[in-house]
């Protein structure tokens, strides 16, 4: 029972330690650091379904640090939707730090911390009460983030990270100025607290909470990667590593879980005097990143820039469908969410695999040989019969898999989440414009996804220069696990739908939330 009383701070204290350990083993030991982040991403994967299990007996979870209740002492809220999140950015963090074993980790010192570190800041956001905390961990995932982005060599990585440094740097500047006006109107960064200063705040300390709320609001949006404020996320994400930017994947949905809690508790359907859950300028902004992503997808060169603008396909689907006042869809939401970050962290890692070998300027070569061919016969000689070697069939599979999923393609679980946000925004009558656009643009994003996806896999598989066909198992084996994650919430899809409606109607109606912080 003790463990269980303590099991939502191991999620922080296990990378934190681990992190720390590894940090003053000497860089000459690598595979001793790298067992030590492995075992610990590994516990962090058992705590994270501990969680999840733990949340669905009892809803909300409350852990007071220091046995200080809430609101002046520093509380962890373990609920459905936080307790998930926690098992996916571990999930994530096994995935890369298996893939590094080939050589990535060998590029520069300290890679297994600063992973460890991230991981730290990552379930610390999702699990914290407070605002303040939440500040913390965002920084704490920032600076790890910023070593991690610079992590190899080349002039692309190195300007495209002092980018990334740069804007997340303005964002938190906002971040602690939103935090302070709030704090200045309210005396409290409590969560469960401030929801209940919105609801009896008098006019002028609303005002100045308001204010703070929308500064707070923006820093979010900028780490969320919402247009016009994504222009950072692109380059910074496709100059990365393989390994990175598959871990780099589940950050975007940090900002996005940031809105999506904070917005809920002060705006859900149990506070009195408060506008309702939708907020029609979030559905705009949401559809025109989405719009956005689309566009960069078509138009991407090479598979880098295309994992990346993905990502900004999946940030504004979910910032357009979570600002729709709809539970169901906002359920539907999480499990796209859950089911397509960890296909864009198997892209991320095909990046490295079916790059190695291509010379820069490849692709647009290829591009202008079809456009232009030079005889104007289009018969080529070919090799009958050739033989696809093992690893190049099974990198092709895996790609064929994460198209699938991205583009919400049957039979994967990325269908099953699109038809369930199309389901959810078609059952009310008469069917609202806000809906039918949505329901347009999740369907050519889709399509959007597919195109781009198919040209990219036939210029990788059937177009000369060959892939490299010498893949490890270390390489592999990252990939199929992120594979087989959305093969198995495919297969239970239901029970995963359900787990997450209900942690969607938690998020729209916290009353429980903050009857359990505040121990009323």
Known sequence: RSMQEHLPILPIVLPLSAGALALIIDERRLRLKAAIAIGAAAALIALGMALVVLAGASTVTVYRVGDWAAPFGIVLVVDRISAVLVLLASVLGLASLVFSLARWHRAAPRFHSLVLFLLMGVNGAFLTGDLFNLFVFFEVVLAASYGLALYGSGELRVTASLHYITVNLAA?????????LIYGATGTLNMADLARHWRGAVTGDRLLFEIGGGILGIAFLVKA???PLCFWLPPAYAASSAPV?????????VGIYAVLRTGALFLGADVEAAPSAGTPWLVVAGAATLAFGMLGVLAAQNLARLASYCVLVSSGTLLAVIAIDNVALTGAALYYLVVSTPALSALFLLVDLLERGRTPGSDVLAV???AFNADGDDREDEEVGTVIPAAAALLGIAFAGCAIMLAGLPPLAGFVGKVAMLDALLESDPVSLTSWTMLALLLAS????IIAMARTGIRRFWTPPAIATQVRVVEMAPVALLLLVCVALTINAGAALRYLDEAARALQAPGQYVEQVLGR
């Open 446 to 449: 889709g399509l959007a996804t």
């Open 245 to 253: 930017g598959a871990l780099f994947a589940v950050l975007s949905k």
């Open 368 to 370: 202008t040989a079809e």
């Open 172 to 180: 938190s500047l906002l971040f602690l100025v939103g935090v302070s």
């Open 225 to 227: 990667g919402m247009w």
